[in-house]
């Protein structure tokens, strides 16, 4: 009853030691942890992966999504789209040419009445003529030339403004799809790293167990501890299969963002290892987000198409010139004995001016409203701005912060590890204590989880100033 009793205070203690010295579960990459949920059912679904596994480079991740990623290939289509616009609009611009026949059987024919006592019908009864055959023919070709309309031109120009926004758009894309990619491959890099410090605590913790059982068993060792030393295995263990559990969430989440199939099996080749930018060159680059940002710039072109459309509301005020040519053919007969019939063939040149006078006050209408769609572009497009510099200044912070604790935590582990070293001579010369040998263990362990997600956190925050000051950006 004692021991068990023992043992209880043990693992509460230890419990409550452990949550203020040791990973838990906040130590999963931003994300992640959203996907826990999936874990169970992918374990019971019992998936196969792919028996070749695909190793990937970051770069070569990133090209990867670059080719496969779902949302790149949308703009890439609306890309396509913006071009097939352009030659629309020039081909307002260019003649038309139209052609029509027409058949008509006449089941009753129109009639002419002639009035009486004329001199076409001098009786005083109006004489009803018919008009017409039961068969009518024709065919005509029609050609029109737009010579002045103030819509065209500004069509064609609002069609160039508007594959450039599109192609801003696409840029914009690629550049999250790339920042996803980054995000998403370091946190794969994290969770390995996460894994790999774990272990080593458990095979510490387990060492000094079976060290501990056996200095039990000669006497040399309290009950207390060797309870304590098992109670740290039993609280390493779960930790670790938690770090597993991340790490195969945060490889779905990377071949989601890769366009790749759940089930392939992916290697990454690169480590999870501090990639400084100078503080001078992200102070220089900085200065330049508002002239590189993908999405400033989209919205930038955007204001251009609706400046343009104020124009073209306006063009409603002008006249319209066209010149048209028209060739006709004509039939008319009351059988079918077509080498027969007479033919009429007519043509004509003119020009058409079309002018509005009045029209209700729609065109001022819809010029207040393009004026007031401007404005509204405008003022997001300031809010936009002033938000990337707050991007900026806070994705530089946080690359600054974490810079300081990965310098922090690399003399920590240094420390801890030494530390470890000492406590493992001084237990083993009867100098030191068992908990003191744990306290020792436990810290470099804790220091080295906490290197590992300073040094994520600096690239996480790497990523997202480089998409919003277009640094080493497509």
Do not use: C
């Not at 690629?174 to 774990?198: H, M, P, S, W």
């Not at 304590?228 to 490889?251: C, F, G, I, M, W």
């Amino acid at each position: 009853m004692k021991k068990i009793i023992l043992f209880l205070l043990i693992l509460f203690i230890s419990k409550n030691y452990s949550q203020n010295n040791f990973i838990t579960q906040d130590y999963i990459p931003g994300g992640i942890s959203s996907l826990s949920s999936q874990l169970n059912n992918e374990k019971a679904n019992n998936i196969k992966l792919s028996s070749k596994e695909l190793n990937l480079s970051l770069n070569e991740a990133i090209s990867m999504a670059l080719e496969q990623n779902k949302d790149v290939l949308v703009s890439n289509e609306d890309l396509k789209k913006s071009e097939a616009q352009i030659n629309e609009a020039y081909g307002n611009a260019y003649p038309t040419l139209n052609f029509e026949a027409q058949y008509v059987r006449n089941i009753k024919k129109q009639a002419l009445f002639l009035p009486g006592n004329s001199p076409f019908n001098p009786d005083p009864t109006p004489i009803k003529l018919e008009l017409g055959t039961d068969n009518n023919y024709s065919a005509s070709l029609t050609l029109t030339q737009v010579l002045f309309s103030a819509k065209v031109n500004t069509a064609i120009s609002i069609a160039k403004e508007y594959s450039h926004y599109t192609e801003h758009n696409a840029q914009s894309v690629r550049q999250d799809a790339v920042q996803n990619v980054k995000k998403a491959y370091y946190g794969v890099l994290f969770t390995k790293k996460i894994i790999e410090v774990t272990r080593q605590g458990l095979e510490l913790a387990k060492a000094t167990y079976e060290n501990l059982q056996k200095l039990y068993k000669e006497g040399m060792a309290s009950e207390f501890d060797l309870l304590r030393a098992e109670v740290q295995v039993a609280n390493t263990e779960p930790r670790l299969s938690q770090s597993e559990n991340n790490y195969v969430l945060a490889k779905n989440a990377l071949r989601n963002v890769l366009g790749l199939d759940i089930n392939q099996e992916i290697n990454l080749t690169d480590d999870l290892k501090l990639d400084e930018v100078p503080l001078n060159v992200v102070e220089e680059e900085s200065q330049q987000s508002l002239q590189r940002n993908s999405l400033l710039l989209g919205l930038q072109a955007y204001e251009l198409i609706l400046d343009k459309n104020i124009t073209i509301q306006k063009s409603d005020n002008y006249p319209t010139l066209a010149a048209f040519g028209n060739y006709q053919y004509q039939t008319q007969d009351d059988g079918f004995k077509f080498n027969q019939y007479n033919t009429l063939n007519t043509a004509m040149v003119g020009v058409t001016l079309t002018y509005n006078i009045f029209n209700g006050l729609q065109t001022k209408y819809r010029i207040e409203q393009a004026i007031i769609e401007k404005d509204k572009t405008t003022l997001n497009r300031k809010k936009l701005e002033d938000g990337i510099k707050i991007q900026v200044d806070e994705a530089k912070l946080r690359m600054l912060e974490a810079k300081k604790r990965v310098d922090a935590q690399a003399r920590s582990v240094e420390q801890a590890t030494k530390a470890v070293s000492i406590a493992e001579v001084r237990f083993k010369n009867g100098l030191g204590t068992q908990l003191e040998l744990i306290d020792s263990q436990v810290a470099l362990t804790s220091t080295q989880i906490n290197k590992a997600q300073a040094v994520y956190d600096y690239l996480v925050a790497r990523a997202d100033w480089e998409r919003a000051s277009g640094y080493n950006q497509l």
